[in-house]
Nanobody
Framework: QVQLVESGGGLVQPGGSLRLSCAAS????????MGWYRQTPGKERELVAT???????NYADSVKGRFTISGDIAKNTVYLQMNSLKPEDTAVHYCYAFVRTTALSQWREYWGQGTQVTVSS
């Protein structure tokens, strides 16, 4: 099995910053993508940002220019630096990884438990 552990969420005022961290562990043979998604009550989970092993990044339009994803996929870690936070960024943020557990297994998605980010004055 694969476990993803997030940290770094919390309460911050509008315009403030937070840094989320995620570490993947367990039976990881190969890891292709890590990233972050977020969800608010009554809405679909949505992409925030992803990072591939080749260093390619992808961001939701709503966070471009404010958030930066980084990490060392080879060490199974990913970070999300969130600046200029807005109330609409309030959500549970989930770490995501696309993993193969053996050389013969299929690629599959894994998710962390989620960390709450609240932006409010």
């Amino acid at each position: 099995q694969v476990q993803l552990v997030e940290s770094g969420g919390g309460l911050v005022q509008p315009g403030g910053s937070l840094r989320l961290s995620c570490a993947a562990s367990g039976s990881i043979f190969s890891l292709l993508v890590m990233g972050w998604y977020r969800q608010t009550p009554g809405k679909e989970r949505e992409l925030v940002a992803t990072l591939t092993t080749s260093g390619t990044t992808n961001y939701a339009d709503s966070v471009k220019g404010r958030f930066t994803i980084s990490g060392d996929i080879a060490k199974n870690t990913v970070y999300l630096q969130m600046n200029s936070l807005k109330p609409e960024d309030t959500a549970v943020h989930y770490c995501y990884a696309f993993v193969r557990t053996t050389a013969l297994s299929q690629w599959r998605e894994y998710w962390g438990q989620g960390t709450q980010v609240t932006v409010s004055s």
